[in-house]
T-cell receptor
């Protein structure tokens, strides 16, 4: 069974379009995250939700909007896509919020290409 | 400012040899956690090992061990008996207690290529 799954795995779209990436975890975790990995492989957190509540909102353009319908799902909607949004987006989950040893488990990533 | 520094952008290692990946960190928190992840070419992020700042012993997980030197603020990953499947990007990450929301900060990564 896949612990953290994301759909789609690849997403190719035109500038200006709106797209969504879905994430689901079956680990029973309380906290979920979105990360962006740029072309240099640098990983940066974008958002985090704990039990459907937004707890981390980094400096991300407001074209990006996360939505958590329940604690097992965290979706990422992106409006008016720009070339610079091309990246790999990772969803992750962890058992609790902020425990030092609380490991984050990552999904397989979604490679977004904006043309 | 970058809190996690991985100074080796890439390295080659021969199969069956050990390799050490450097990671230094910057924090004034007395309590923090350090993590290593592996990202193979297929793209997924795989958790390898965790070290807490108060842990008395260096963490080990199979062929992975963490050489934790608190005073030097370093948490180097040692992979023993390298295998071809160890070829991947390796990331060091830190979580601080001041960040109660559990945010990870990642280093830039080290690309490891294991050669036969």
């Amino acid at each position: 069974d896949t612990a953290v799954s994301q759909t789609p795995k690849y997403l190719v779209t035109q500038m200006g379009n709106d797209k969504s990436i879905k994430c689901e975890q079956n680990l029973g975790h309380d906290t979920m995250y979105w990360y962006k990995q740029d072309s240099k492989k640098f990983l940066k957190i974008m958002f985090s939700y704990n039990n459907k509540e937004l707890i981390i909102n980094e400096t991300v353009p407001n074209r990006f909007s996360p939505k958590s319908p329940d604690k097992a799902h965290l979706n990422l909607h992106i409006n008016s896509l720009e070339l610079g949004d091309s990246a790999v987006y990772f969803c992750a989950s962890s058992q609790e919020r902020g425990g030092l040893a609380d490991t984050q488990y990552f999904g397989p990533g979604t490679r977004l290409t904006v043309l | 400012a970058q809190k996690i520094t991985q100074t080796q952008p890439g390295m080659f290692v021969q199969e069956k040899e050990a390799v050490t990946l450097d990671c230094t960190y910057d924090t004034s928190d007395p309590s923090y956690g350090l993590f290593w992840y592996k990202q193979p070419s297929s793209g997924e992020m795989i958790f390898l090992i965790y070290q807490g700042s108060y842990d008395q012993q260096n963490a080990t997980e199979g062929r992975y061990s963490l050489n934790f030197q608190k005073a030097r603020k370093s948490a180097n990953l040692v992979i023993s008996a390298s295998q071809l499947g160890d070829s991947a990007m390796y990331f060091c990450a830190m979580r601080e207690t001041t960040d109660s929301w559990g945010k990870f900060q990642f280093g830039a990564g080290t690309q490891v290529v294991v050669t036969p």
